[in-house]
């Protein structure tokens, strides 16, 4: 099965302090993986995606997420977080194993600025 | 930009009443999907469509079914609508995909409530 795990519930950080938020897959062959961000009350907005090459991969909004084929990691990455940045943060696969190539979600991260 | 439109943002509805939720595209894409979203249990696949009249089943379809008879408009029914569908449903279309890179692009969603 493609899947993947977002270990934390929350993720609380001070403005300005770097913040990550966690993702690990578990895909059989090569995995494409996207991060998406929603606000209160919205839908989804993607942020970013892994297909292939460059390990770092930049999307909107100054987030990055770092790609780790050992640790079968896709961590969620930003340098400098804003208050505006509190959100609930999700991974997830494309499901390369049935037609219509669907997205399977993580759980989801509460992630948490405080001034 | 791709916009995916869900005509109702906040429904009502009665047990056993029948229940349609509308999702229009205009990017022309060959991919839609409906989820359904609760929470700590992120977003789960209920039906996607890879063309018109064309349909498959997700992880939970059942008390669900799907309608696509224009290749812009994704519809989801529930049949005899029940108090564990209570939740938020979210649409989302993608260009047929391509090597799996392809993005989703998700709609505001449809927060449901059945009492």
């Known amino acids: 099965a493609q899947s993947v795990a977002q270990p934390e519930d929350q993720v609380n950080v001070a403005e300005g302090n770097p913040l990550t938020v966690k993702c690990t897959y578990s895909?059989?062959?090569?995995?494409?993986l996207f991060w998406y961000v929603q606000y209160p009350n919205r839908g989804l907005q993607f942020l970013l995606k892994?297909?292939?090459?460059?390990?770092l991969v930049k999307g909107s909004y100054g987030f990055e997420a770092e790609f780790n084929k050992s640790q079968t990691s896709f961590h969620l990455k930003k340098p400098s977080a804003l208050v505006s940045d509190s959100a609930l943060y999700f991974c997830?696969?494309?499901?390369?194993?049935?037609?219509?190539?669907?997205?399977?979600f993580g759980k989801g991260t509460s992630l948490l600025v405080t001034p | 930009d791709v916009k995916v439109t869900q005509s109702s943002r906040y429904l009502v509805k009665r047990t056993g009443e029948k229940v349609f939720l509308e999702c229009v595209q205009d990017?022309?894409?060959?991919?839609m999907f409906w989820y359904r979203q609760d929470p700590g249990l992120g977003l789960r696949l209920i039906y996607f469509?890879?063309?018109?009249?064309?349909?498959e089943k997700g992880d939970i379809p059942e008390g669900y079914s799907v309608s696509r008879e224009k290749k812009e408009r994704f519809s989801l029914i529930l049949e005899s609508a029940s108090t564990n569908q209570t939740s938020m449903y979210l649409c989302?279309?993608?260009?047929?995909?391509?090597?799996?890179?392809?993005?989703?692009?998700f709609g505001e969603g449809s927060w449901l409530t059945v009492v």
């Open positions: 990017m022309d894409h060959e991919n």
């Open positions: 469509s890879y063309d018109v009249k064309m349909k």
């Open positions: 997830a696969v494309r499901d390369m194993q049935h037609s219509g190539y669907a997205l399977n």
């Open positions: 989302a279309s993608s260009p047929r995909p391509e090597g799996g890179g392809n993005t989703i692009y």
């Open positions: 895909v059989s062959g090569n995995p494409y």
């Open positions: 892994y297909i292939t090459g460059d390990n």
